[in-house]
Nanobody, 132 residues
C-alpha cells in the first residue's frame, strides 16, 4: 500500500507563497509514479492543479495556476513539491497529492491527466488558506 503524506500547508496572505511537499513512506519510491496535485474547496468538487510525469520530462497545469504554481520532483529525496506563488483567496482549499502508475508517454495519460480517476493513490490532504 502506497502512503502519501503532504506537508507545508497553512495560512498565508494574498500575494504570498507556500511550498507543499509530498513524500512516501518506505519502501515506496515515488520515482516509479507520475504525480499530481489536486485541491478541493468547501462545497466544490476536487479539481486538478498540476501534474508531473515519471522522470519529470513533462508538466501540466490548470489554467488558473499557470505562471504562479510550479510542480517539481526530487526522486533522490523521494519528494514531489508544489511551489505556490502570488497566492489568491480562491486558492484556498485542501490540497491532495496523488500518484499513478499509468504510462505517461501516451494519449491515454495525456487525455486523463486532470481526472481524479486516473490516480491510484492519494494522500490525506493538507489545508491551504489564503486571506485577502
Amino acid at each position: 500500500q502506497v502512503q502519501l503524506v503532504e506537508s507545508g500547508g497553512g495560512l498565508m496572505q494574498a500575494g504570498g507563497s507556500l511550498r507543499l511537499s509530498c513524500t512516501a513512506s518506505e519502501p515506496t519510491l515515488l520515482s516509479s509514479y507520475s504525480m499530481a496535485w489536486f485541491r478541493q474547496a468547501p462545497g466544490k468538487e476536487r479539481e486538478f492543479v498540476a501534474a508531473i510525469t515519471w522522470g519529470g520530462d513533462s508538466t501540466y497545469y490548470e489554467d488558473s495556476v499557470k505562471g504562479r504554481f510550479t510542480i517539481s520532483r526530487d526522486d533522490a529525496k523521494n519528494t514531489v513539491s508544489l511551489q505556490m506563488n502570488t497566492l489568491k483567496p480562491e486558492d484556498t482549499a485542501v490540497y491532495y497529492c496523488a500518484a499513478t502508475l499509468t504510462f505517461s508517454g501516451g494519449p491515454y495519460y495525456r487525455s486523463r491527466v486532470d481526472r481524479p480517476s486516473l490516480y491510484d493513490f492519494w494522500g490525506q490532504g493538507i489545508q491551504v488558506t489564503v486571506s485577502s
